[in-house]
Every structure is written in structure tokens, then in C-alpha cells.
């Protein structure tokens, strides 16, 4: 979890508290249900943000260049299994990493969910770290995200 630094890193939970209460709060905040209402399994969560670390890897991550769009973001709408108008995985994808961002950062009850794109705008962000969140991510989602056929 070393993908928060400095101030973002003072109070961190243990890697077990961690876990758990990002699965409560995954389940409680219903991160695995798409704006169309379907539930997307962690695989299917999983892959998407693994095809997005590879096209990031491809392009160089630039998440202010604004002319060539190669933002986390940017790469969830390229990369989703249904094409880019496939809002349900990029929702579930960003959720997910909104509460990975909030759990870390130790801030409960504040918001719903952290704002992962300003964590990936901040100044200093490097790619090792996005791309150490975006892996975490992946794989919290294949331990813990819903099981089954998908969509």
C-alpha cells in the first residue's frame, strides 16, 4: 500500500482492517452495481482495470495532458468489455478505486467515496503509484468482488 506518501500515508490501517473494512464498505455502498442496475463481477472489475494498467503502460500515463487523454480515466472508457459507452464497468471500475482512496486515506464518514481523480491529479503523482493502486484494485476486486456468470 505504499501508493499514498507523505501526509496521505500518516494513519494507515493494517493491511487485515484494511481489507475488511474496504469489503464492508464495498457491499454497504453497492461499488459491484453499474448505473443500469447490473452487478458486474470482480473478475469482469478485474480484467477492466488490467486492460487499462496495459493501455496506460502503452501510451505513458499523463493525467494532465489533456491533448492526448491518457488519464485513468481516459483508459476506463477505452479499455471497458463493451466499448467505450460501457458506463457500468467504467462506474464500477472509478467506485472502486474512489474507495480504495478513502479507506486509505483513514477518512471514514467524510465522503461516500474518495475522489481518485484528484488523487492521480495531485502534483507529484508518479506512475508506480497509480499503477500499484490499479493493481491493488484489481485484485481486491478479484477476492472480494461477487462471483458468478456477470452480466
Do not use: N, Y
Not at 464498505?25 to 494498467?53: M, P
Amino acid at each position: 500500500m505504499s501508493w499514498l506518501t507523505g501526509a496521505e500515508a500518516r494513519a494507515l490501517p493494517s493491511r487485515e482492517t484494511w481489507r475488511q473494512e474496504t469489503a464492508r464498505l464495498a457491499d454497504e455502498k453497492r461499488v459491484w452495481t453499474g448505473l443500469s442496475g447490473a452487478i458486474l463481477t470482480g473478475r469482469e472489475v478485474a480484467d477492466h482495470l488490467g486492460a487499462a494498467v496495459a493501455r496506460l503502460e502503452r501510451e505513458s500515463w499523463a493525467p494532465h495532458d489533456m491533448r492526448t487523454f491518457r488519464s485513468v480515466g481516459m483508459a476506463l472508457i477505452d479499455t471497458a468489455p463493451g466499448g467505450a459507452g460501457d458506463r457500468d464497468a467504467r462506474v464500477v471500475a472509478t467506485r472502486l478505486l474512489d474507495l480504495l482512496v478513502h479507506v486509505q486515506a483513514g477518512a471514514p464518514g467524510v465522503c461516500a467515496f474518495g475522489a481518485f481523480d484528484a488523487w492521480e491529479g495531485r502534483a507529484g503523482r508518479t506512475w508506480p503509484e497509480v499503477k500499484e493502486l490499479l493493481t491493488t484494485a484489481a485484485q481486491f476486486a478479484r477476492e472480494h468482488g461477487p462471483q458468478g456468470g456477470g452480466r
